[in-house]
């Protein structure tokens, strides 16, 4: 099972709201990762976690909190976003060091849209 | 900045044609991993490919790891309409060493011929 699933498929939010994208994936993978994706580009890496710690942040603002509470879900908090911050937020998964564990796994997404 | 030329940027297939894509890089990469994105989805791994000189084949796809090391092509026979998509490359640079490190190129959009 290579499966991704993020929630929800769609977020609208006012710039004063704070919600929460949902990642899970059951795959025994300890690398998780958040990326953005604007339209027509490829995917920007935001954050990744390995063995449940951050592991890199790509200098992401801090309206944007990432949390992973345990080795399967990932959580990406949004506060006070900005109507630029309209994105699809992709969230992977790969194995960790050293074999195959640059074959992420991609959830389907979540489009955010930011009013 | 480590970057990845992809190209060509979009191209026209007509059913039943072979279809070429490759990515090029000016340094050195360990590993290339070819994926499809279909719109309003999340990117959906192809291949992955790890020596130089490694040819692979999923279905219909092929992909080649470069002997340079330094691209990759795939290539797509007897294409589908289902085909259609952007197909995005990315690598780990040699010496790219954190976990996640992936670059990737800015995609191939496949579109079918009016």
């Known amino acids: 099972d290579t499966e991704v699933t993020q929630t929800p498929k769609h977020l609208v939010m006012g710039m004063t709201n704070k919600k929460s994208l949902k990642c899970e994936q059951h795959?025994?993978?300890?690398?998780m990762y958040w990326y953005k994706q604007k339209a027509k580009k490829p995917p920007e890496l935001m954050f990744v976690?390995?063995?449940?710690?951050?592991?890199i942040n790509e200098s992401v603002p801090s309206r944007f909190s990432p949390e992973c509470p345990n080795s399967s879900l990932l959580n990406l908090h949004l506060h006070a976003l900005q109507p630029e911050d309209s994105a699809l937020y992709l969230c992977?998964?790969?194995?960790?060091?050293?074999?195959?564990?640059?074959?992420?796994?991609f959830g389907p997404g979540t489009r955010l849209t930011v009013t | 900045g480590q970057q990845l030329n992809q190209s060509p940027q979009s191209m026209f297939i007509q059913e039943g044609e072979d279809v070429s894509m490759n990515c090029t890089s000016s340094s050195i990469f360990n590993t290339w991993l070819w994926y499809k994105q279909d719109p309003g989805e999340g990117p959906v791994l192809l291949i992955a490919l790890y020596k130089a000189g490694e040819l692979t084949s999923n279905g219909r796809l092929t992909a080649q790891f470069g002997i340079t090391r330094k691209d990759s092509f795939l290539n797509i026979s007897a294409s589908i309409p289902s085909d259609v998509g952007i197909y995005f490359c990315?690598?780990?640079?040699?010496?790219?060493?954190?976990?996640?490190?992936?670059?990737f190129g800015k995609g191939t959009k496949l579109s079918v011929k009016p």
């Open positions: 992977a998964s790969s194995k960790t060091s050293p074999e195959s564990s640059y074959e992420q796994y």
């Open positions: 990315a690598g780990q640079p040699k010496g790219g060493g954190s976990q996640g490190n992936l670059i």
């Open positions: 795959m025994g993978h300890r690398a």
């Open positions: 976690y390995s063995y449940e710690k951050l592991s």
